[in-house]
C-alpha cells in the first residue's frame, strides 16, 4: 500500500503523498480518511482526499483550514536518486502534540530504503532543534548514498603502499579493480600484492593498514673484515672439559702458539650488494661494502693467497694496535698457578714469578724462570734457567733439549740433552746429562740421589760425613744405560709369556693333527699363534739392541769425576763398565778409567 505522511500547521492540516500509484487508489484515501478521524480532524471528504494523493505527490496538499488544538510533530525522508541523498523534512507539535524523535527519524529512513545510507547525526540534531518552533516544515539533508571508498598510503621510502577502506552505504561494494585503479593511478606497478588484495575483498571489512604493494629493499653490501683464526679477543679462555665433565682448571687455554706458516688470519672481501626496487619500478642502488687490509705486523706476511695471514716463526699470536704479531717470547709476568693453568708454548717462556707444585710448563725453545720451582714439571726443546731452583718434592721434572741451569736441585729429577750447571748443591735427586754435570758454586756439594754425565761429573763435595748413598756414573749416555734397563725388564716380562704360549700352542698343534679342533679352539690356535710370533720377534730384536748396548759399555771407559774439596765414604761411582763403592773420604780427587779399573788421582 502506498505511502504518506498528514501534518499540521497553524495554517491547516496537510496530506503529503510520498508512494502513491493507481493500485493504491482504493486503499489509501480509505486508510487517510480513518487517519484523520484518529487525529481528530473531520469535515474532509474522501473525495478530496483522493483528489489531493493524485495532485499532490511532490508537495503537501492542504487537506482542511481547521486547525486541531493538539497535533504531533511529523517528518518524513524522500530520496533523490539522482543526488544519491535522503531528505527529511520535519514539522513542529501544535498544542499538546508529541514532538518527532530520533528514532522517527531513523524508522522513516528505512521506510524510503535509506537505511544503510551514510547518516547525517548532525544534520539530525539540527532538525530536531528547528522542529521545537516551526510554522512551516523544515527540510533538510540527514543522509547520503556512498561507494565503497579506499585511501593509500605510500610510505615516504616508496617501499610500502597501505590501503585503509571504508564500506558502501548504499552505494557500490568494495571491487578488486577498484584498489588497482587507485594503485594505477598513483602510479604504483611494483610488488602489488594480488592475493592480499583479493582476501581484503572477500573478508567484506574495512581496513586500516593494510599492506597491498611492497617494493624490494636494496641489500648493501657487507664491509670486508678480517677472521682470525686463533683467539684474537681472549673470548674462548676456560679451563678444558675432559671427557668424565670434570673441568680442568690447569688448563686454560690462554695461551696459544703457532708455528712458521700457519694460517693466522684470513681476509674476507667486500661484497656489492643488492639493488632494490621501490613500489614506482625504479630501482634503489645499493651500497658496496668497504674494503680492508690484512693486518700485517710482526713476524707475519701475506701468504701465498693474498687474503690470507701467515706466521713466519713460531710464537704467540696476538693483536696489537689492530696489527697481529707473533711473539716468540712468552712473558707471564707472575706465578703458574691457578690464574695462568699450564703452559705450552712452541717459543721460549720467561716466567717472573714462581712455579708452584703440579703444574706444567711446556716450551718448544727455552724455559727461564725468575723465583723458585715447587714440584712443577718443566719441559723445554732449549735450556732450562731458574734463578733460584727446584724445590722438587719427589715430583718435580725437569726435561731439556739443552742445558739445565739453577742455583739449587732438592727432591728432583732432571734429564739434559746438554749439560746441568748448578751454583750451590743437588741433592736427593736424578740428574742425568748428555755432556757434564757441574756443582762448583759457592758450596759445590752433591749429596744422596743418581747422577749421570755423559762426560764429567764436576763439583765440591760429593755425599755427606753420614755416609748418604750417592751413585755418581760417567763415560756412557745417560739414556743409553736407561734404555738397557728398559730392554732388560721388557725381556723378563715377556720371556714367561713366550713360555706359556708357547706350550698352549703345542697342544692345540697336538689336537689339530688328530682332527679333535673345534672351530673355536682352531679360531683360538689362529690367533696365539699370531701372538706368539709376534713376542718372540720382540725378543729376538731386544736381546741384539742389549748385546749393541752392552758392547758399548764394556768398551766406554771415558769421562772423569772431579771433587776440588772431598769425596765421603758410600760414594758407588761407575765410569763407563767400571764400578766401585768408596769405602772411606777422598780428598781433592779426580777419578777415571783405563779400561781395567777406576784410577784416583789427586788435584
Given at each position: 500500500m502506498g505511502r504518506y505522511r498528514i501534518y499540521a500547521t497553524t495554517t491547516g492540516v496537510y496530506l503529503k503523498p510520498l508512494s502513491y500509484g493507481e493500485n493504491d487508489a482504493g486503499d489509501v484515501p480509505k486508510a487517510v480518511a480513518s487517519d484523520l478521524e484518529g487525529l481528530g480532524v473531520g469535515g474532509v471528504e474522501q473525495e478530496n482526499i483522493s483528489k489531493a494523493l493524485d495532485d499532490g505527490e511532490k508537495s503537501g496538499l492542504l487537506l482542511t483550514e481547521d486547525t486541531p488544538d493538539d497535533f504531533p510533530g511529523v517528518c518524513w525522508v524522500d530520496v533523490d536518486d539522482e543526488e544519491g541523498a535522503a531528505m527529511l523534512t520535519i514539522t513542529s507539535p501544535l498544542g499538546n502534540g508529541c514532538c518527532v524523535e530520533e528514532s522517527d527519524i531513523m524508522d522513516q529512513l528505512q521506510a524510503a530504503g535509506a537505511g544503510d545510507f551514510t547518516i547525517l547525526h548532525d544534520a539530525i540534531k539540527q532538525a530536531l532543534g528547528k522542529a521545537q518552533k516551526l510554522d512551516e516544515p523544515y527540510s533538510c539533508k540527514v543522509a547520503e548514498r556512498s561507494d565503497a571508498q579506499v585511501q593509500l598510503d605510500i610510505s615516504p621510502d616508496k617501499l610500502e603502499v597501505r590501503l585503509a577502506t571504508k564500506d558502501a552505504h548504499g552505494g557500490a561494494e568494495l571491487k578488486i579493480d577498484d584498489i588497482l585503479k587507485a594503485l594505477e593511478e598513483k602510479g604504483v606497478t611494483?610488488?602489488?600484492?594480488?592475493?592480499?588484495?583479493?582476501?581484503?575483498?572477500?573478508?567484506?571489512?574495512?581496513?586500516?593498514?593494510?599492506?597491498?604493494?611492497?617494493?624490494?629493499?636494496?641489500?648493501?653490501?657487507?664491509?670486508?673484515?678480517?677472521?682470525?683464526?686463533?683467539?684474537?679477543?681472549?673470548?674462548?679462555?676456560?679451563?678444558?672439559?675432559?671427557?668424565?665433565?670434570?673441568?680442568?682448571?690447569?688448563?686454560?687455554?690462554?695461551?696459544e702458539s703457532v708455528a712458521a706458516g700457519d694460517l693466522l688470519a684470513t681476509r674476507i672481501p667486500p661484497t656489492e650488494g643488492e639493488e632494490g626496487t621501490d613500489v614506482f619500478g625504479n630501482p634503489i642502488p645499493a651500497v658496496t661494502g668497504k674494503d680492508t687490509t690484512l693486518p700485517v705486523g710482526k713476524n707475519t706476511e701475506e701468504g701465498k693467497d693474498p687474503n690470507t695471514l701467515v706466521a713466519t716463526a713460531e710464537g704467540q699470536p696476538k693483536l696489537v694496535g689492530g696489527k697481529v704479531i707473533v711473539d716468540e717470547l712468552l712473558d707471564i709476568r707472575g706465578d703458574v698457578d691457578l690464574s695462568t693453568g699450564n703452559i705450552d708454548f712452541v717459543g721460549s717462556v720467561i716466567i717472573r714469578g714462581a712455579i708452584y707444585a703440579g703444574f706444567e710448563v711446556k716450551a718448544g725453545d727455552s724455559v727461564t724462570c725468575l723465583d723458585v720451582v715447587e714440584g712443577a714439571e718443566i719441559e723445554a726443546g732449549g735450556d732450562v734457567v731458574l734463578k733460584w731452583g727446584m724445590k722438587g718434592q719427589n715430583r718435580g721434572v725437569i726435561k731439556a733439549g739443552g742445558d739445565v741451569m739453577a742455583k739449587f736441585?732438592?727432591?728432583?729429577?732432571?734429564?739434559?740433552?746438554?749439560?746441568?750447571?748448578?751454583?750451590?748443591?743437588?741433592?736427593?735427586?736424578d740428574v742425568r746429562a748428555t755432556k757434564e754435570i757441574k756443582c762448583s758454586g759457592k758450596k759445590g756439594w752433591i749429596s744422596g740421589g743418581h747422577l749421570s754425565a755423559g762426560e764429567e761429573v764436576n763439583c765440591k763435595v760429593i755425599g755427606n760425613e753420614t755416609g748418604v748413598k750417592t751413585e755418581v756414573e760417567v763415560g756412557i749416555q745417560p739414556q743409553l744405560r736407561v734404555d738397557y734397563h728398559s730392554l732388560k725388564m721388557r725381556l723378563n716380562e715377556i720371556a714367561p709369556k713366550i713360555e706359556m704360549m708357547s706350550k698352549t700352542y703345542s697342544q692345540l698343534e697336538e689336537l689339530k693333527k688328530k682332527g679333535l679342533l673345534s672351530d673355536e679352539k682352531e679360531e683360538m690356535r689362529y690367533k696365539i699363534m699370531n701372538a706368539l710370533s709376534q713376542l718372540e720377534r720382540e725378543f729376538e730384536q731386544g736381546e741384539k739392541q742389549i748385546a749393541e748396548i752392552e758392547k758399548i759399555l764394556n768398551n766406554s771407559h771415558g769421562g772423569r769425576i772431579v771433587a776440588s774439596e772431598i769425596v765421603y765414604s758410600g760414594i758407588i761411582l761407575t765410569i763407563g763398565s767400571l764400578k766401585e763403592c768408596l769405602y772411606e773420604p777422598w780428598k781433592k780427587v779426580t777419578f777415571t778409567s783405563d779400561g781395567n779399573e777406576i784410577q784416583m788421582s789427586s788435584l
Open positions: 611494483f610488488g602489488i600484492l594480488k592475493e592480499d588484495i583479493e582476501q581484503i575483498v572477500a573478508d567484506k571489512s574495512e581496513v586500516t593498514d593494510a599492506l597491498v604493494a611492497k617494493g624490494k629493499e636494496s641489500i648493501n653490501g657487507e664491509d670486508g673484515r678480517i677472521e682470525y683464526h686463533f683467539d684474537a679477543f681472549a673470548e674462548d679462555v676456560g679451563p678444558k672439559i675432559l671427557e668424565n665433565d670434570i673441568a680442568d682448571f690447569k688448563d686454560l687455554g690462554l695461551f736441585i732438592e727432591s728432583s729429577k732432571v734429564i739434559a740433552g746438554g749439560s746441568v750447571i748448578v751454583e750451590d748443591f743437588i741433592m736427593n735427586s
